[in-house]
């Protein structure tokens, strides 16, 4: 396996942010439908655990929405 090229880079750099703050705005608007408190919950997601909390969310999340 090569080495990154710059574009590769920039791209990966790029988009990494973009999906992050993505993911906890959608695990907040998704907390507050459903009755949860958002920002905590998106905090614990950031803070904590981002991608293990990402994943986690869906399994745990209230199944009913308000």
């Known amino acids: 396996m090569g080495s990154l090229g710059i574009v590769e880079m920039v791209v990966l750099l790029l988009l990494g942010p ?3 703050i993505g993911s906890l705005i959608w ?3 998704d907390a507050e439908r459903r009755g949860s ?3 905590l919950t998106t905090l614990l997601v950031a803070v904590a655990a981002w991608p293990l909390g990402l994943i986690v969310w869906p399994f745990i999340r209230s199944k009913t929405k308000n």
């Open 37 to 39: 408190h958002g920002m």
């Open 27 to 29: 695990i907040y608007r």
């Open 18 to 20: 973009i999906v992050y």
